[in-house]
């Protein structure tokens, strides 16, 4: 029945109309069903617009729930008391309980100005004026204690923060004026104070068995720049240079290290004359994006072989570490 009309009613003409119309009905349908889909297709298609989460957030189901440690000492005690009731002004008695709740804070700093005093005294017998050493506390030649030097280096090559930003540190903190410029003559002192520990490092590098080798990206005023890193299991070696070429490496290791050179796959580490081993990380990136371009049979099979050897051989030094 089509508008209340039975079909066996309806004359040829009407018939064909009728079936020509669905027809038309039909194929428009299925045109929006297709856009509706191709429109839902592209929008889960897009990187980084849905992201899949890995698992549910927080502990698992019956985990003990954590909390902050309690401190291990108390600097200050602060008591509050009641002599009368608040609301009806009636005298009260001993407290029936007390409630505790300790809260850790910042003591905000100041500045701490010391004075040095070095006795000068002259020796009849050589006949000359002899000066007291510097106090154990006293750095030479600078304004700005040991402490602040600490944290200015802290600041600068730890948080990356520029001279600037660590003057205006030290003064909202503390109270502590000191210009930019100030701060940059000060680590340069401190480095070349450094150059005897650089060089004892630097011969222990050299000296080591294995020795791992990563460089990344660092502004150096305002310029590109690489800080490389050169590192064992109990040292470590950091220098920036504005070159991510081999002469870093080959300037940092020189012909005295004989050990074993750890890097990724980056090129400049191919062609230098050291035993070289690539980082299991990487290696295993590396097998894993060749899987994705390799299909064939030969080339999974041994990657999975490849990939069993390596983590059983990673498992059986976790069992003998």
């Known amino acids: 029945m ?9 004359t040829k003409e009407e018939l064909i109309e009728i079936i020509l119309n669905l027809d038309r009905e039909n194929n428009e349908l299925r045109e929006k069903i297709k856009e509706e889909q191709q429109k839902r297709n592209e929008k889960f298609a897009k990187p980084n617009t849905v992201k899949k989460r890995k698992k549910r957030p ?6 003990v729930g ?3 440690l309690v401190p291990d000492h108390i600097d200050e005690i602060l008591e509050q008391s009641l002599c009368e009731c608040p609301d009806c002004r009636h005298p009260l008695g001993k407290s029936v309980e007390v409630l505790e709740h300790v809260q850790e804070d910042i003591i905000p700093a100041r500045v701490h100005v010391r004075k040095y005093l070095r006795h000068r005294y002259y020796c009849p017998c050589c006949q000359k004026v002899i000066t007291a050493p510097y ?3 006293q750095v030479p030649h600078g304004y700005l204690g040991a402490t602040v030097l600490i944290q200015a280096v802290i600041l600068k090559y730890y948080h990356c923060l520029p001279y ?5 540190l030290f003064e ?3 109270g502590l004026k000191v210009s930019a410029g100030g701060l940059s003559q000060a680590l340069v002192r401190v480095s070349r104070w450094l150059g005897v520990e650089k060089k004892v490092l630097l011969a222990a590098i050299r000296g080591s068995p294995q020795v791992h080798a990563d460089e990344t990206g660092w502004r150096l005023d305002g310029e ?3 800080v490389w890193a050169f590192v064992n299991e109990r040292l470590a070696y950091y220098t920036v240079d504005r070159s991510r070429g081999r002469k870093v490496v080959r300037g940092v290791l020189t012909d005295a290290f004989k050990g074993v050179l750890i890097t990724d796959f980056y090129g400049v580490y191919f062609n230098l004359p050291y035993r070289k081993q690539k980082c299991l990380v990487h290696l295993l990136r590396e097998f894993h994006d060749c899987a994705k371009r390799d299909n064939s049979e030969e080339y999974q099979n041994n990657y999975k072989r490849i990939k069993r050897l390596i983590n059983d051989a990673l498992r059986l030094q976790e069992r003998h570490s």
């Open 135 to 137: 106090h154990p506390q």
């Open 58 to 63: 927080g502990q698992k189901f019956g985990h």
């Open 66 to 68: 954590m909390t902050r």
């Open 2 to 10: 089509v508008d209340g009309i039975m079909l066996t009613e309806r």
């Open 172 to 174: 909202d903190m503390a």
């Open 224 to 226: 590109k720049s690489w």
């Open 164 to 168: 600037e930003k660590i003057a205006e």
